[in-house]
């Protein structure tokens, strides 16, 4: 079984320039998950997605960050102007069912956002 | 709010010898807890989780967690590590209520075996 897929699996990037990330999840998943990661600090929420509807996206800067999941399968995140402080790892994550408390999320291996 | 604590930023640990990791989590209802595992330039991996019932909790690779109510903490064990076991290991509690559930994750703790 294919695992999530995330491309690039790098970027570096001026600030106030825009970038994209892209995510492919496990086959049959209907929520989709994007966590920001910064250095020494654990996964945050940023976005979750059931089927192409979105779940929650209150830790989401909206003023800058935008996602969708069109077609209920594979998703974006953009991030438009960047920050130097949004240099981390973003992460994509699925699961089956959508049920947080108890579903197993499965996570892709990242994109590392360098802002310079 | 929720939140979860691991209190060792990095730990090492001699190949052979046994491992133990703190996690102190705060949450007022019935925790859904998760320990997680990251290696080098890998994502998040599952290795246990708990909802309810024995406190004891067996996961992959060999890996367990003892859940303790009163102590509020859900601690990862393994009795012999291996090199491969290198990796970040984080503590995470779904936090929430009927409205919404979200993971919080723990700020992560980072395992050295030496040979």
């Known amino acids: 079984e294919a695992g999530v897929a995330q491309s690039p699996r790098y970027k570096i990037i001026e600030k106030r320039q825009s970038v994209a990330f892209w995510c492919n999840p496990i086959?049959?998943?209907?929520?989709l998950y994007w966590y920001q990661q910064i250095l020494g600090q654990g996964p945050k929420l940023l976005i979750q997605f059931q089927n192409n509807g979105v779940v929650d996206d209150s830790q989401l800067p909206k003023d800058r960050f935008s996602a969708e999941r069109l077609k209920g399968v594979d998703s974006t995140l953009k991030i438009q102007p960047a920050k130097l402080e949004d240099s981390a790892v973003y992460l994509c994550?699925?699961?089956?069912?959508?049920?947080?408390?108890?579903?197993?999320?499965?996570f892709g291996p990242g994109t590392r956002l360098t802002v310079l | 709010a929720q939140s979860v604590t691991q209190p060792d930023i990095h730990i090492t640990v001699s190949e052979g010898a046994s491992l133990e990791l703190r996690c102190n989590y705060s949450?007022?209802?019935?925790?859904?807890l998760f320990w997680y595992v990251q290696s080098p330039g890998q994502g998040l991996q599952l290795l246990l989780k708990y909802f309810s019932g024995d406190t004891l909790v067996q996961g992959i690779k060999g890996f367990e967690a003892e859940f303790k109510r009163s102590q509020s903490s859900f601690n990862l064990r393994k009795p012999s590590v291996h090199w491969s076991d290198a990796a970040e290991y984080f503590c995470a509690v779904v936090g929430g209520d009927t409205g919404g559930f979200k993971t919080i994750f723990g700020a992560g703790t980072r395992l050295f075996v030496k040979a």
């Open positions: 994550a699925s699961s089956f069912r959508g049920q947080v408390r108890t579903d197993t999320q499965y």
């Open positions: 949450y007022g209802a019935t925790p859904y």
């Open positions: 086959s049959g998943h209907a929520t």
